[in-house]
């Protein structure tokens, strides 16, 4: 299988300043930090980074920020997804532009397309692209299923070697590795640990906005060192964090966790609310459980 990009990758959320503006600085030190603990790769502009809820030159001005503060540290992939075909070919026009190292694409999220639309949709962004493509496949918010034999007949198109499978089957791992062979590297979603077992080279997570260092660590002693028991550890230990980041908080839950860890991002934008106030007792319990309580109350 192809194993170019290899690891845990951050899919960030975006930093806005308190009146709700992108703020660049906040940017920048989020991602420093990300790869000072570690982290494998980032990701900006996916679901947890609210990409729709950003102008065009928004998501320019994010790009640039990831991709320029990294400096070539740790791989960025640019979520590029749109419902227009179009669309997501000059979204790959800017990550080439800003330096970037590959794209995310999610299908296109309302029209349902079939799967010869689905082909034909990602043969166009392959022929207007030199990236390396990471489909996404995300049916609960994307209304797309791409079951292992549409990514196998996808995994044919040039550049198209990365999957972020989020549905809760791992067997879908398996069964991408089976049928795609050396085409295609799968990247966990939702399910890191038990992907990885299962065959996955790597894991697009929300948690490791929190946790960095220990979702890198839990892949390298799954993945590399095949420890499985000192995994097992980690991953019972950071659990709570992925579960409080899962389900419709990804976004609200994320951030008020920064917030308490002296890592500002500011609200989600409308519609999305705060996290609401009934939930910060699960909150505080979840990062006191990974020894973060201390810092967030500092």
């Avoid at 079951?147 to 990365?162: C, F, H």
């Avoid at 062979?181 to 490791?208: H, K, L, T």
């Avoid at 106030?277 to 810092?295: F, N, R, S």
Wanted: charged share 25%.
């Amino acid at each position: 299988m192809k194993t170019g990009f290899r690891g845990t990758f951050s899919v960030m959320v975006t930093a806005y300043d308190d009146a709700g503006a992108f703020d660049p600085a906040r940017m920048a030190r989020f991602t420093d930090w990300q790869v000072t603990e570690g982290i494998h790769g980032l990701i900006p502009l996916g679901s947890t980074g609210e990409f729709l809820s950003l102008t065009v030159n928004e998501r320019e001005a994010v790009a640039r920020c990831v991709v320029d503060t990294v400096a070539g540290r740790v791989p960025v992939l640019i979520g590029a997804g749109a419902e227009r075909t179009e669309d997501v070919i000059e979204n790959c026009r800017m990550a080439e532009a800003v330096g970037a190292d590959g794209v995310m694409i999610i299908p296109p999220f309302y029209s349902t397309p079939t799967e010869d639309e689905l082909y034909r949709h990602y043969a166009r962004i392959s022929e207007a692209t030199d990236l390396p493509i990471m489909l996404y496949n995300n049916p609960a918010t994307a209304n797309v299923d791409l079951t292992p034999p549409i990514v196998a007949r996808l995994s044919t198109l040039k550049g198209v070697d990365y999957i972020k499978e989020s549905t809760m089957d791992v067997t879908r791992v398996r069964d991408i590795v089976d049928l795609c062979g050396d085409r295609m590297c799968v990247f966990g979603g939702i399910m890191g640990f038990e992907s990885f077992v299962n065959g996955a080279q790597g894991w697009v997570a929300v948690g490791s906005n929190i946790l960095p260092r220990e979702c890198a660590r839990l892949f390298t002693l799954t993945a590399d060192a095949k420890d499985y028991d000192a995994a097992r550890e980690i991953y019972a230990r950071i659990l709570p964090v992925i579960r409080l980041v899962g389900g419709h908080r990804y976004v609200s839950a994320t951030k008020k966790a920064l917030e308490l860890m002296g890592l500002p991002t500011g609200d989600p934008r409308s519609p999305r609310l705060p996290l609401p106030e009934a939930d910060m007792p699960e909150l505080l319990a979840a990062l006191k459980a990974v020894g973060l309580l201390e810092t967030a109350e500092a």
